[in-house]
Structure formats: C-alpha cells, structure tokens
C-alpha cells in the first residue's frame, strides 16, 4: 500500500505463519525475521506482534513506548546474533514521500557491507 489504510498488512501473515519467514529473534512482542529483498548482507525486519495502531512511528502513542524500547533493544540483540555489532544501520521509513510500503511499524536493521552516509 502506498498510504496507511489501517488495514491488515503482509506482516500479520508472517506474524500467523500462514506467510513463510526466516526468523532470527522472536520474544513475546517482537518478532525479526529477513526481509525478503535484502538490501545489504544482513538485512532484517523487526516487527511489533500487536500492532495496535502503530502503522508508523508517527502514530505512536505514549502507550506504545514499551514496545518501542522492546524493538530497539531487540535491534541490538540482532545484530550480535548477526555478527554485525561493529557496524550496522537502523532505518525506520515513515510514510509514503520515506518511501514506508508496509504499514505495520517495521524496523531495518541492515549491515555486512559498508553502509555510506547520507542516504539517498
Ligand atoms: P518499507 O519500505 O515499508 O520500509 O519496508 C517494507 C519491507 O518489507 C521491504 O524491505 C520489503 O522487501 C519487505 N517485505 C515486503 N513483503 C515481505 C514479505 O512477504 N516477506 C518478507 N520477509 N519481507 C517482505
């Protein structure tokens, strides 16, 4: 989708498992798992479990801080299970013109090449 519907999205499929992923780290509210058109070496989607309404970062609320902090944090946890705690990238796209496609609060977490500064 282009814009937030507040539909359904891909993510709670793979969230179900009637999706097929590759799971790397999984707790009780967060699930990371490889994004199917890597954009580097390791590259790895962290999801929140219950999306409850956070389609995007902006659409946070103070209730979500719990499991915004879980998804940083498990972002670390990923990158040492990945070998890339030297050096890695943390993107959150927000909103269509950040080119998001999947509205379901997502984090990258991209690493294993070099990765330059700034963005495109
Ligand atoms: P966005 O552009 O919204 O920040 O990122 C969405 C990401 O989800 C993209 O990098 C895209 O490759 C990934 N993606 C979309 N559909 C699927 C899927 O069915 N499985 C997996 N593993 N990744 C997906």
């Known amino acids: 989708a282009r814009v937030d519907s507040g539909a359904p999205t ?18 009780d509210k967060v699930l990371a798992f490889r994004d199917i058109n890597p954009q580097a070496p390791v ?8 999306r409850d309404g956070l389609t995007e970062l902006g659409k946070a609320d103070h209730r979500h801080e719990e499991v915004l902090g879980r998804l940083l944090y498990a972002a670390k946890v990923v990158a040492e299970k990945e070998g890339i705690s030297e050096g890695f990238r943390v993107v959150i796209n927000n909103g269509a013109s950040a080119c998001q496609s999947v509205y379901h609060l997502h984090l990258h977490v991209l690493g294993g090449r070099l990765m330059k500064w700034p963005p495109g």
Not at 43 to 50: D, E
């Open 10 to 27: 891909i993510f709670d499929k793979i969230i179900s498992k009637e999706i097929p992923s590759t799971v790397v780290y999984e707790d």
């Open 43 to 50: 590259h790895v989607l962290i999801i929140p479990k219950q």
